[in-house]
Nanobody
Framework: QVQLVESGGGLVQPGGSLRLSCAASERIFSNYALGWFRQGPGKEREFVATIGWNGAYYANSVQGRFTISRDNAENTGFLQMNNLKPEDTAVYYC????????????????WGQGTQVTVSS
């Protein structure tokens, strides 16, 4: 299946920014939806953002701070994260599914390995 590799995570101070990338091994973003999810320590995996032909959607906790996008020509999806907060600390995963954007992790059939984002002073 299509391989997904996240990158761009790291340590950032509160109020800072990071841009995560999700590189796909094949050109799939034109027909597939992209989702970003995260899992903090001791917490359930949660929805962050998704984009498909039907639009882009965000979790309330990141609305106005994060922006999801994709570049079909380069087979890459992105998550721009601004004004980061300590509660954003988590492993971030990208995932894809055929069809429309979805907030539900169970709808996605292909996942990357995750990238760590740590927001701390």
């Amino acid at each position: 299946q299509v391989q997904l590799v996240e990158s761009g995570g790291g340590l950032v101070q509160p109020g800072g920014s990071l841009r995560l990338s999700c590189a796909a091994s094949e050109r799939i973003f034109s027909n597939y939806a992209l989702g970003w999810f995260r899992q903090g320590p001791g917490k359930e995996r949660e929805f962050v953002a998704t984009i498909g032909w039907n639009g882009a959607y965000y979790a309330n906790s990141v609305q106005g701070r994060f922006t999801i996008s994709r570049d079909n020509a380069e087979n890459t999806g992105f998550l721009q994260m601004n004004n980061l907060k300590p509660e954003d600390t988590a492993v971030y995963y990208c995932a894809t599914r055929p069809g429309t954007a979805s907030r539900r992790p169970e709808d996605y059939n292909n996942w990357g390995q995750g990238t760590q984002v740590t927001v701390s002073s």
